[in-house]
Nanobody, 119 residues
């Protein structure tokens, strides 16, 4: 069973920065992709950023140019650097690891970390 443990959330003022980390219990290169999702109260969970095994990154439109996903394969950790934070970025952020096997996707999730952007 894969375990994902997030850290780095907290309270930050608008315009500030935070760095989230996700430590995996397995080799992160064994996953088809890893990424970050977020869910705000009353809203559906949405994809924020992802990185494939090959290193290709993808970002949600609302965070492009402000957030950066990266990984440290030696530490089996994925990071999300969040800059120029806005109140609408407030949400619980979840780390995700996806494995594709025989055309079937399996997802693993972390427990989530709260990010609050407020003055």
């Amino acid at each position: 069973q894969v375990q994902l443990v997030e850290s780095g959330g907290g309270l930050v003022q608008p315009g500030g920065s935070l760095r989230l980390s996700c430590a995996a219990s397995a080799n992160i290169l064994s996953f088809s992709a890893m990424g970050w999702y977020r869910q705000a109260p009353g809203k559906q969970r949405e994809s924020v950023a992802s990185i494939t095994t090959g290193g290709r990154t993808n970002y949600g439109d609302s965070v492009k140019g402000r957030f950066t996903i990266s990984r440290d394969t030696a530490k089996n950790t994925v990071h999300l650097q969040m800059n120029s934070l806005k109140p609408e970025d407030t949400a619980v952020y979840y780390c995700n690891a996806a494995i594709m096997r025989s055309g079937v996707r399996m997802d693993y999730w972390g427990q989530g970390t709260q990010v609050t952007v407020s003055s």
